[in-house]
C-alpha cells in the first residue's frame, strides 16, 4: 500500500471543502489534557539506528475491534506516522494521530526513537506506541536542519473498542514548512481498501482549535488542524 495514503489525501485536498457530517453514532469523540508521559521498558521499532519513511510490523498483542472489524497487528508505514490495522479481508482501518512526513531528527545519531509497550493485566491491556521527539523531512528540505520537533503517541484499549492520540512536547515554529497541507492531519480512515486505496467506509478528521476540537465524518474533504500540546483525542468505536 506505498503511496496509496498519501495519494488519497491529495486526492481529497484537491477535492476542495465539501459539506461534512457529525460523526455516526457509533463513533463517540471526547477530548481531555493530560501531561505526556513517555513509556518506559517498552520494545524498540528502530533498533537504534536512524530512520526515514520506515516500515514496521508490530503484533498488537489482544484483538483490537473498530466497530464490526478485528485488529490483531500493526503496520507502521507511509511517511513514518501511518498506522494500518490489518483485517482478514482486503480492507484495513487506518489510524493518522500525526500525519506529516516525520523522520529521525539527525542525520547522524538517534535522537527520535519509535517505541510500544503493553500495559495492564490481560483482559485490560493498553498497547502504547510512541514517537518521541521527531523531526520533520520538509524542514530539512528546507532549511538543511530539524528545528522542528514533536512527540505524540496511539494507545489502543483492549476489550473496550477506545483508541487514543496523545500529544506531548512541541516545537513546530513554522507549521506552514513542516506540515504537507499547512497543519498536521489527524484522523481515522475506516475500511480503506488495499487494493484501490481509494475507496472507504468513512473518514473521520479532527479538527478545531487547542481549546475545542471536535470530529467530522466526511465522504470528500480532511480538516486541517492547529498543532496541540498535551492534549488527548479519544475515539470510543462502538459496535454496530
Known amino acids: 500500500m506505498k503511496n496509496k ?8 485536498a484537491s477535492a476542495g471543502v465539501f459539506a461534512q457530517q457529525a460523526a455516526g453514532p457509533h463513533y463517540v469523540f ?7 508521559t513517555p513509556i518506559e521498558e517498552a520494545t524498540s521499532l528502530d533498533a537504534g539506528q536512524i530512520w526515514d519513511d520506515p516500515t ?46 516525520i523522520a529521525n531528527a539527525d542525520n547522524d545519531t538517534l535522537v527520535s526513537p519509535v517505541s510500544y509497550v503493553i500495559q495492564g493485566p490481560p483482559g485490560s491491556q493498553i498497547f502504547i506506541i510512541e514517537w518521541l521527539n521527531v523531526g520533520f523531512y520538509q524542514d530539512w528540505a528546507a532549511n538543511g536542519s530539524y528545528t522542528n520537533t514533536t512527540s505524540f503517541q496511539l494507545w489502543l484499549y483492549e476489550n473496550s473498542n ?27 480512515v475506516e475500511n480503506l481498501n488495499q487494493n484501490s486505496g481509494f475507496e472507504w467506509d468513512g473518514f473521520y478528521a479532527v479538527s478545531g482549535n487547542s481549546e475545542a476540537e471536535t470530529i467530522t465524518r466526511s465522504e470528500e474533504h480532511t480538516s486541517e488542524l492547529q498543532s496541540r500540546q498535551y492534549l488527548v483525542c479519544r475515539l470510543l468505536l462502538e459496535k454496530k
Open 56 to 101: 514496521w510490523t508490530v503484533p498488537l498483542g489482544f484483538t483490537f475491534y473498530t466497530a464490526n472489524d478485528t485488529i490483531t497487528t500493526l503496520y507502521l508505514g507511509e511517511l513514518g506516522s501511518t498506522i494500518y490495522g490489518i483485517q482478514d479481508d482486503s480492507l484495513t482501518d487506518v489510524f493518522l494521530p500525526y500525519y506529516s512526513d
Open 162 to 188: 477506545i483508541f487514543e492520540y496523545h500529544y506531548g512536547p512541541s516545537n513546530v515554529t513554522d507549521p506552514t514548512v513542516v506540515h504537507m497541507f499547512g497543519a498536521p492531519a489527524s484522523a481515522f
Open 30 to 36: 471526547s477530548r481531555y489534557n493530560s501531561a505526556f
Open 5 to 12: 495514503i498519501l495519494a488519497f489525501f491529495l486526492t481529497l
